[in-house]
DNA sequence: AACAACAATGCAAAAGATTATCATTTGTTT
DNA sequence: AAACAAATGATAATCTTTTGCATTGTTGTT
């Protein structure tokens, strides 16, 4: 039960919470959304949960750490639940698909740059950008 | 003569596109600006610009290639002139400080991830965010 | 099961960044 | 210098996100 997982967290088991978290463990496929998104989602599933609290409960879940904040491109923020694995991201900027990726050499190079340039490394966000297939074909037309 | 290079670019040589262009030319370092930071550079300087036209021209500046557009974390974006070379960014999240490298293992994964999923990559960005050596010495205190 | 304590919510207003509108000014061409 | 189109400045508008505050809900305790 969700509840239960809530107070694991430090956080009380409200219904607007639990909603939330049931909105994004089902988002399946489309799991990267916006606060706007979530709150649509909240609506067409008949609860009435304010906009305010979208954004206080998505901070809170980024801070507890599961669930991820990207800046993709073009504003807003978009929200991703964590399951357990860093990935990055490679999204077309035509049709708005994401294609997630893990690449061990990449990682380990960030590191090195950092440890070279003197940082130490807290958090890191790479985005490739470009057309996938789909669109490269309907694009001819 | 900046005028001339306007006209290169296809702009009308507009004083305050000439002086935009001189705030960012001479910004040495300190090179990542906000819009509001380049605004504020021409108040100093005893330029009366509106904050729009920055935008505008920043924008158009970015649409002409001459300078970059990034989303670093934390609200509003900042202008980079673009000096031929491409590169990435860390950042300390303490202080601001930003440090370019250019890594070719990197850009060569990323292509041939992108060509993976069947991406025709158009363009990337990757930051990473830590802590540089000098905050982490105040941070002690 | 009721209660007090305090955190969480909803609404509306506020804030911050960026864009659009439109009358006026400026740069370019003739 | 005139004429035309494009650019500017001031302001309003938009969009996303945050905040203030009165009200409501959750939790640990009787």
Redesign the interface.
Known sequence: MDSQFLKKLGLKATLPRIKILEILESAGTARHMSAEDVYKALLEHGEDVGLATVYRVLTQFEQAGILTRH?F?GGQSVFEMDEGKHHDH?L??RCGRV?E?L?P??EE??KA??D??????????????????EC?KTEKA
Chains 1, 2 share one sequence.
């Not at 340039?117 to 297939?133: N, Q, R, W």
């Open positions: 800046h491109e490679i077309c900027t294609d990726f690449d050499t990449i190079r960030q740059i950092a070279k340039f003197g940082y130490s490394m807290t958090d890191h966000s790479l985005y490739i950008y470009g057309i996938c297939k490269r």
